[in-house]
């Protein structure tokens, strides 16, 4: 009896959609070879180090935007999020400018910030599911209170001078590995676990790939939704506290712009707009790459306005490679 054999024309389309699943670490590796050879001094530990450092505030907040993504929804607001977290952290135990220089241990900063974060998380996920507002109103909302209510903190003024056991978290290395990037590992090994191996994370991929069915078959959807949202603050949030350890305070400005470089590296990284589909390591990968662009071009002496035409064609190309994708495995069933 002859063996079955799948039709090339049914393959095709599958090998060409898994090319495409993985096309940003090709293309992460491409020019990280082609900055090395027109670079002078830039294929060197200390360039990739420095890489993988600058990476983290905004690889945290990609992570934690990639599971509202994945859920079907938008969280615009972890930006605000980040900016208030580390001026209260800042404000808190800050000895110069508008800071209170009170004594309080480190770790406490980390809790109230975290506690912050998901607050505003728990708000924006109550509106979404209980109330039925669309996600992009309510995080849009929230991103400007959020932001206003961190310069109200202050009064407007920057925040500095905090205890060495602070900025400590952001500067120490453990074998010769920077804290910064420990932690960023940490975060994305511990959510690629939760959404591959947890109940949680295949309820996710259920939910954004069609929300009605899981709802049918008895899956929590309100409560998987309202949990990925403060998961989404409660990292935000993490990465304001690193950022002011990083920046030694925090000013009215903080963390500008990085909203849209965790969004761009969530879709470079092949995270559907639609929700259902995505991989963490491809999201890893697009903060890699967009840390990379940006080392290459300030070791160059390039205006840094470059990274935002950058930023965008990239963006672009991902949408449409995401569109492909969609084509493709339309094809493949």
């Not at 508008?98 to 998380?121: D, E, Y």
């Not at 507002?133 to 209510?149: D, E, K």
């Amino acid at each position: 009896m002859p063996t079955a054999t799948l039709a090339p024309e049914r393959t095709a389309p599958a090998f060409y959609g898994r090319l495409l699943d993985h096309l940003v670490w090709v293309i992460l590796a491409a020019v990280l070879v082609v900055c090395s050879l027109t670079i002078d001094n830039f294929f060197q530990v200390g360039i990739f180090v420095n890489i993988a450092r600058q990476a983290t505030f905004v690889g945290i907040l990609a992570a934690g935007l990639t599971l509202v993504i994945i859920a079907g929804h938008m969280d615009l607001s972890i930006e605000s999020v980040m900016a208030f977290s580390a001026m209260l952290a800042a404000y808190l135990v800050g000895s110069n400018g508008a800071g209170l220089g009170l004594a309080i241990p480190v770790w406490a900063t980390l809790v109230l910030s975290l506690a912050l974060g998901a607050l505003v998380g728990l708000v924006n996920g109550w509106l979404v599911v209980r109330l039925k507002i669309n996600a992009f109103i309510v995080t849009l909302a929230t991103f400007i209170i959020v932001r206003g209510l961190a310069l109200v903190l202050a009064g407007g003024r920057s925040v500095f001078g905090l205890p060495e056991a602070f900025r400590g978290v952001a500067n120490a290395s453990v074998a010769g590995i920077p804290v910064l990037v420990l932690i960023l590992a940490s975060v994305f090994l511990g959510l690629h676990f939760v959404l591959t191996r947890v109940r949680f994370g295949r309820y996710l991929y259920m939910i954004g790939g069609n929300a009605t069915a899981p709802f049918r078959a008895g899956i929590p959807v309100n409560r998987i939704l309202l949990q990925a949202f403060i998961l989404s603050g409660i990292l935000a949030a993490l990465a304001g506290w690193l950022l002011a350890a990083r920046t030694n305070g925090a000013t009215a400005n903080l963390g500008t712009g990085m909203l849209f470089e965790a969004f761009a590296a969530v879709v470079i990284g092949g995270v559907s707009l639609t929700g259902g589909v995505g991989r963490l390591s491809g999201v890893i990968a697009g903060v890699l790459l967009l840390s990379t662009i940006d080392t290459a071009i300030n070791v160059m002496g390039m205006p840094p306005h470059y990274m935002q035409v950058i930023r965008g064609g990239l963006v672009l190309l991902a949408v449409v490679f995401d569109s492909a994708k969609t084509s493709l495995r339309r094809l493949g069933e």
